[in-house]
């Protein structure tokens, strides 16, 4: 899988400064460390709250959780 700009706005233009779709990745090592790869540079992105809640639980399953629950 390529990561990085998708060349593509889901949701429209933010504002001024987005520059659209982005695909990431997360992943962990034999280290212990959580790695996420943006693909290029990034200042800022923005999720919905059921994708930012996604991303919160893969970090945390990356990190070694064995249980995660998110109750709203």
Do not use: C, Q
Not at 19 to 43: C, P, Q, S, W, Y
């Amino acid at each position: 899988m390529k990561f990085g700009a998708t060349g593509t706005f889901p949701r429209g233009k933010l504002n001024a400064h987005d520059e659209g779709g982005l695909t990431m990745g997360v992943a962990h090592d034999d280290k212990g460390l959580v790695h996420v790869n943006f693909g290029k540079k990034i200042r800022w992105f923005a999720l919905p709250s059921a994708d930012a809640i996604d991303l919160a639980k893969l970090i945390l399953t990356h990190a070694g959780a064995k249980k995660v629950e998110i109750e709203l």
